[in-house]
Each structure stands twice: as C-alpha cells, then as structure tokens.
C-alpha cells in the first residue's frame, strides 16, 4: 500500500525545525545537533530500530555531533506521511536527548 | 595503572539510585527503565561507546525496556573510581531518557 | 496472531548450538562469543533491529565479548516460531562476524 | 600530539578500495555496501565505537544498506596515520560482513 503523498510543503507546515529539501526531488530537511558523538550516535540507534520497524529509512549524513537528515518516499515520489511519522520520532528524541 | 578501589559501600553512598550487588563480589547494581525497546537500546549504544572508550566495560542484561546493571572492576577486585565514572554517565543519560 | 507453540526440544532439534533453558519455562539459549566488545555489540545492534521489526525480544545478558541469550514467547507460554526466525537470524550473523 | 600526515595519495596506495575524495580537502574516501540496512548499521556501530575510542570520527552518508564515508584529519589539515587505522578497521569489518 502506497502511503499519502502529502508534499514538501505541508510536510514542513505541519512539523518544527523541518524545511523543503535543496534537491529536485520532494524531500524535506533538517539538522539535529547533539552534546557530543555519543549522543548524536544513540539517537541514530533508536531512529535506525524505527526506520526498521516502518520499513522507511532516512538519508543521513553524520560528523560528529551533527546529523543531517533527509525523508522522502520513494515509491510516492515525495513526501508522504511516513516521512511526518519519521519525522515525528526523531524530533521527540532530539528534544530528550538536548 | 589500577584504578583506586573505593569499595561497594562508598561507591552506593556517592551515587543515588545504586545498591551493593548480592553476589560474593565487591559490586554495584542499578536497574534502569525506558519507555520502551528503543530507548533503552540506545541507551546502551551510547553507554557501549562509552564503556569502549574507557576500556571498561559492564556486566549487563536486557530484556524489552529494562537494563539491569553490575559493575566492578576485576583487576582491583572491587569497585572503584572507574565504576564510579560508568555509572555517572549511565544516570545522566537515563535521565534525559527518562 | 499468536504464533504456533513448538516447544523447545523441537527448537533445540530443529537449530544447532542452543540448548534448553535451565528455567521453568520452556526456552532456549544460546552463548556467542566474538573477537571484542565491538564486534559483540555491533551483533546485539542488527538483532535489536530485528527484534523491533518482529516485535518479538530476547532476554539476553553481555559482559565484554560474550552475549548470552535466552528466547521465549511470553504470549504463547513457550518456544514458537518467532523464536526459532529470531534464533536463526542470530545464527547466520554470528558465523559472519565469527 | 598530532600524528604523521601522509595524504591521500599514500593512503590510497597502502589501502584498497579508497580514493581521494573529490573535495578540496586533502581525504580519502570509500563506499560500502551490505546486504541490507540492519548489517550497513551494525557497520556503523562498530565503527562508531572505534571512532570514539580513538577519539577520530569519520563523516559518513548512510542510505539503506549503504555507507559513503571520507576519512581526513582536521588537526593535521590532511590524511594521517589515524586515517588509515580507521580505514583499515573498517574495511575489516566490511569483509567480514560481506
């Protein structure tokens, strides 16, 4: 079943902290900075368990204590709302974890 | 070098939330809760990485959001400065999880 | 969906290395041993993604390189399927990083 | 103390499977690829405790079941002797889990 394609720009409505990704593709954006590797390293433990879990994983980039991320769907090509719920996950922790 | 050997008593007397282990060994003993599988998973990435860091690492078991630890350091045949450093990090990471 | 009961004679059959649990439940267990901690924690990692995919979780207990890990189906008061996919997944990846 | 730079060239050449990065850096750089997400993340795990370890962390993208990693050495505006122990760590690993 493919998930509601909901778009870049709702998406980023709907979220804090996230913005329209730079690519051609429709893809948002954000950059979670944490206190140190380890803890920029815990939080992509617990959002790799998810992404496994939802069978939707991000594009990430990480240096350190920062983590670059990007969602999209592939099969909706563009946002859908896997991505919010992606999303969702990964602001939560970064709240707890900042 | 061999870390300083405190003992068990201090060690529970420094710390809050800690007791002696039960068993013949001069140990100490914490159970932490998460709110679920994830985050007591990436609690102990973070703690891995810590524990690889110093080079010292503890005796610990899992089961779904509970992670039950001992510590002690065998080549002092006691507790010392070094679980006490493990546990610190451990209760400050679990308190932003918490 | 409660998954079939096998029980663990059948498990411990149907597998190679694990045995029957010395407890009052029908479980199995098995004990890895890897190079270091790294390569025991990176295994601990994949199976926690995978057990958050299945939704279905050992007891298991780490002290540097060695995991020791115990499986039951808490739902079907004994050893199911779950716990053989789960044991074999363990099985494949510890003879890779063995 | 900072360690020995020796560029990506010689980086290159010691190892297999790097190139120098395309940046204006002076770094090396190698793409991993793995069965699927679960195995390129316990990749990452490891590795993550062995960057931290030798406190030398790599930048690293990671989509699904791959890892593109570049490897320099701030301290040293260049390719190091570090560099080359986390790469050889790596490619270790990889072979391993290939």
């Keep these: 079943m493919t998930p509601d394609r909901i778009g870049a720009d709702a998406a980023v409505k709907a979220l ?4 329209k990704g ?14 140190d ?3 920029a390293f815990a939080f992509m433990t ?4 998810k992404a496994e879990q939802m069978d ?3 594009e990430w980039f990480n240096v350190y204590n920062r983590v670059d991320v990007v969602l999209t769907t ?3 090509d563009g946002v859908t709302t896997l991505d919010l719920e992606l999303a969702g996950f990964m602001d939560t ?3 707890k974890l900042g």
């Design 93 to 95: 922790l970064a709240r």
């Design 74 to 76: 592939h099969d909706a």
């Design 56 to 58: 939707h994983h991000p």
């Design 37 to 39: 590797f380890k803890q």
């Design 46 to 49: 617990a959002v790799a368990m």
């Design 16 to 19: 804090a902290g996230w913005s």
């Design 22 to 35: 730079q690519g051609e593709r429709d893809e948002i954006t954000r950059t979670f900075r944490f206190d």
